[in-house]
């Protein structure tokens, strides 16, 4: 049974920075790619962003977050990282980890096999 841990969200003002970490249990961490996904109120869950497996430099972004958001992986301490930078009050919603079923990161939520229980991000205007 595979675990996901987020941690790292709050309340933080327009323009700040907030850095999500994702603590993942089990031995498959390395071999699976990871994602990112939010939820706000009354929306749907979006894809936020992806790494592949092992040496994770393959990186999925929305669009709505490129060039302000950044993933990471620590293979050695089984964690995924999500830093936000810039943000800003659309970006609130909560923040969810999940596992890939395959190696190379996908955008699409149905092909994650497992998921965190999620951090609220808040971001004041």
């Known amino acids: 049974q595979v675990q996901l841990v987020e941690s790292g969200g709050g309340l933080v003002q327009a323009g700040g920075s907030l850095r999500l970490s994702c603590a993942a249990s089990?031995?498959?961490?390395?071999?699976?790619?990871m994602g990112w996904f939010r939820q706000a109120p009354g929306n749907e869950r979006e894809f936020v962003a992806a790494i592949n497996s092992w040496s994770g430099l393959s990186k999925y972004y929305a669009d709505s977050v490129k060039g302000r958001f950044t993933i990471s992986r620590d293979n050695a301490k089984n964690t995924v990282y999500l830093q936000m930078n810039n943000l800003k009050p659309e970006d609130t919603a909560v923040y969810y980890c999940a596992r890939a079923r395959n190696s190379g990161g996908t955008v699409y939520d149905d092909q994650y096999d497992y998921w965190g229980q999620g951090t609220q991000v808040t971001v004041s205007s």
């Open positions: 089990g031995r498959t961490f390395s071999s699976r790619a």
